[in-house]
Every structure is written in C-alpha cells, then in structure tokens.
C-alpha cells in the first residue's frame, strides 16, 4: 500500500541534543514537507521541498534543518537552537510542486517530540 | 468558532444529530479554503474544500459554506456518529500559495 510513514512515534530528548525525525513516502510524489503542531493553534509550516535536492524555509525554520537527498525521505532535524521543540510533528507530501500541499496531500501520522 | 488561546472550542452533540463546526477566517484575499479532520494521535484528513468563487460546496454528509462577506466559514456533518469524533479545522489558502490554519474545534459524538 502506497502511504507516507513518520518515525518514531514518539521522541524523547534531552535539552542539548539534535533529534532526527524521518519522513518516508512511497507514492512518488514531489514535494514533502514539515509542520509543526501545539496545543491551541493550527500547523506551521517548518520546511518544504518540491524536488530533490531542494528545499525551501517556511515559516518556522529556526532551530531546525532537512535534507531531500531521495525523493522518498525528508528527514528532519531538530537542533539543540530551537528554544522549545516539544510538539508534534507532522511530515506531508503532494503531488504538486507548490508552497502549499492542497487537498491531494497524504499526511503521516506524526511524531511527539518531548524535551525531558 | 475558533479563538486564540490553548483550550481549543468544542462541540458535543448526541448521535444522528447535525453539527456544525465554524471557523473565523483573517485574509479577505484568500482564494481557497480547506476542511481537516484529525483524530487523535493521527494526521490530518482532507475531507473537504471550496474556492471562493463559491458559497457552498457538498460532499458525502459533509456541506461548506463561505461567507466572504464575514470572512466566515461552516462545515457541516449530516447525521453525525461517534466516529466522526474528532478535531476540525480549517485552512485558507492566500493567492500566493500560503496555507494558514485554523487552530480546530473538538468534535465529540455521544452514542
């Protein structure tokens, strides 16, 4: 079954370490992207990439950093910068090259990171 | 509707009841509007969008509506059952392709 896969479910960090969340896809699409997401308010676009070796800031990016190096995986780096990383993160991808993912987007099914 | 702030609106009606979900959109430019279903623990669900050329879009037991003139838009849900307990939200989309959404309104259907 074609589908976007997030790992791990849920993280723990200690304060000081970068984290490393993995974002797979197999139904060869394009652009992949990050959102972050907090109790109370709507998702905020981290990074995203339309196509390989590209990616681009959205509108959170400090404290955070990716790779597109395969079409099918985005990772994504939480860096010790980023002030308060505990929330949890969804990992999306689409078939249209845009800023945005639109109705077509799959998204997975997230991971919970916690700074203990 | 949705407000700022940490506790999240709600929404509880009893099953085979209608509801009605609102949300406040802010940019009277924006050209398209996207209804979410999450479940807990779960990623977001597409299930239903419009563009603001329209004032209101059908689906399988779900309607849109936008009121451009309030910047407001509704999600209804026909006939609602316990598994269509969730969090809905909704998002807009301005002309030059940022998405913003909405922070949800919780959903919960008693049997």
């Known amino acids: 079954d074609g589908g976007i896969t997030q790992s791990p479910k849920y993280l723990f960090r200690k304060e000081g370490q970068n984290v490393t969340l993995s974002c797979e896809q197999n139904?060869?699409?394009?652009?992949m992207y990050w959102y972050r997401q907090d109790p109370g308010q709507g998702l905020r676009l981290i990074y995203y990439?339309?196509?390989?070796?590209?990616?681009q800031k959205g509108d959170i990016a400090e404290g955070y950093s990716v790779s597109r190096e395969k079409k099918e995986s985005f990772p994504l780096t939480v860096t010790s910068a980023q002030k308060n990383p505990t929330a949890f993160y969804l990992c999306?991808?689409?078939?249209?090259?845009?800023?945005?993912?639109?109705?077509?987007?799959?998204f997975g099914q997230g991971t919970r990171l916690t700074v203990v | 509707g949705e407000s700022v702030g940490l506790h999240l609106p709600t929404l509880s009606v009893q099953e085979g009841d209608n509801s009605i979900i609102n949300c406040a959109y802010s940019?009277?430019?924006?050209?398209?509007f996207i209804w979410y279903k999450q479940e807990s623990g779960k990623g977001p669900q597409f299930i239903i969008d419009?563009?603001?050329?329209?004032d209101k879009r059908q689906g399988q037991r779900v309607t849109v509506l936008l009121n451009k003139t309030v910047k407001h838009l509704s999600l209804q849900i026909a006939a609602t059952q316990p598994g269509d307990s969730a969090v809905y939200f909704c998002?807009?989309?301005?002309?030059?392709?940022?998405?913003?959404f909405g922070q949800g309104t919780i959903l919960t259907v008693h049997p």
């Open positions: 999306a991808s689409s078939r249209r090259r845009a800023r945005d993912p639109g109705p077509e987007a799959f």
């Open positions: 139904l060869n699409h394009d652009a």
């Open positions: 990439s339309q196509i390989v070796n590209d990616f």
């Open positions: 940019n009277s430019a924006s050209d398209y």
């Open positions: 419009i563009r603001s050329n329209m």
């Open positions: 998002a807009e989309r301005a002309s030059y392709g940022k998405l913003t």
